[in-house]
């Protein structure tokens, strides 16, 4: 007997993908955790029946979220990632030689169970003697911690439930506030397709806040449209500066010096509504 796993990812949109085995599925305090084997993509992270992740396509989110800031910022010794507990952004994050802390608060220590139990190549990185791991709420963290980081990362889920204060403007005057005076931040801002109008807001209060504002973008397969987007606010650095040849290598499959500028290219329907 076939058996498959569909999201919901609109009203009217299903995807489905073919299941070989189910291996982790509990319900933690927060929401449904679910670990997949799927023919297409390999092992599959599912939070309330939503695709957070996959092994065969994960490389393009957890690259884009983390390495675009990392290199815009010069000095990015003190990092926070806020969610993510399946561990993809932590991996990439420690790739930098200049990151000395990396603080990981997340808010479920069942993703992490889950990860760290069946999601070994995205999880590698917890065991890392530069990362601390806090099981708390990002939004509390971030309250406490005045100019603490130098780079934010919000690596949440979509804007539902846990994660939805994680969209809101009280929270990334937070965020502005924990980042110290040449700080900036990186979160998960939906997609360009489906969620025009929280693209739009969240665009408007980071520039309301943040001196420079960016959305950038890449293609993440098993998310609603396929196309995603990320919002980039800054005190001092513009990504858009970069320059190429300070971009080291990074053993990386989907970010590279020439992806860091294109990612911020955006179509017009996309620059039409940011307007
Ligand atoms: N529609 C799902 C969006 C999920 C974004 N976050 C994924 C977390 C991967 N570390």
């Known amino acids: 007997m076939e058996v498959w796993f569909t999201e919901d990812q609109t009203s009217n949109l299903k995807i489905s ?33 939503v695709i957070q992740t996959t092994e ?17 910022h010069p000095e990015p010794c003190r990092v926070l990632v806020i969610g993510g507990g399946d561990g993809g952004s ?37 065991n ?12 509390k963290h971030v309250k ?19 994660a939805k204060g994680l969209f809101s403007k009280e929270f990334y005057q937070t965020v ?12 998960q801002t939906e997609s360009p397709f489906f969620n025009q109008d929280l693209i739009k807001n969240v665009h408007d209060s980071v520039g309301n806040i943040f001196p420079i504002n960016h959305l950038f973008c890449g293609v993440i397969p098993t998310y609603p449209g396929g196309y995603w987007s990320f919002t980039m606010g800054s005190k001092i650095y513009d990504p858009l500066n970069v320059d190429n040849k300070n971009i080291s290598e990074l053993n990386t499959r989907w970010y ?14 996309v620059k039409n509504y940011l307007k």
């Open 256 to 269: 590279s010096p020439d992806i860091h500028k294109a990612a911020f290219i955006l179509p017009p329907f």
């Open 144 to 162: 406490e911690h005045k100019n603490t980081y130098d780079m934010i990362i919000i690596d949440s889920s979509d804007p539902v439930g846990p």
């Open 90 to 126: 932590i991996r990439e994050v420690i790739k930098h030689d200049k990151v000395q802390e990396v603080v990981h608060v997340e808010i479920d220590d069942k993703v992490m169970e889950a990860a760290k139990m069946f999601l070994p190549t995205l999880s590698s990185g917890f």
């Open 17 to 49: 993908c073919k299941v070989k085995e189910v291996l982790y599925h509990r319900i933690s305090d927060f929401q449904k955790v679910v670990v997949i084997d799927t023919v297409e993509f390999g092992r599959m992270l599912t939070l309330d029946d």
């Open 128 to 139: 890392s003697p530069k990362v601390e791991i806090r099981v708390e709420d990002g939004i």
């Open 56 to 72: 065969k396509e994960e490389f393009v989110y957890h690259e884009l979220i983390t390495h675009v800031g990392l290199v815009t």
């Open 176 to 187: 502005f506030e924990a980042l110290k005076e040449d700080g900036l931040f990186v979160a």
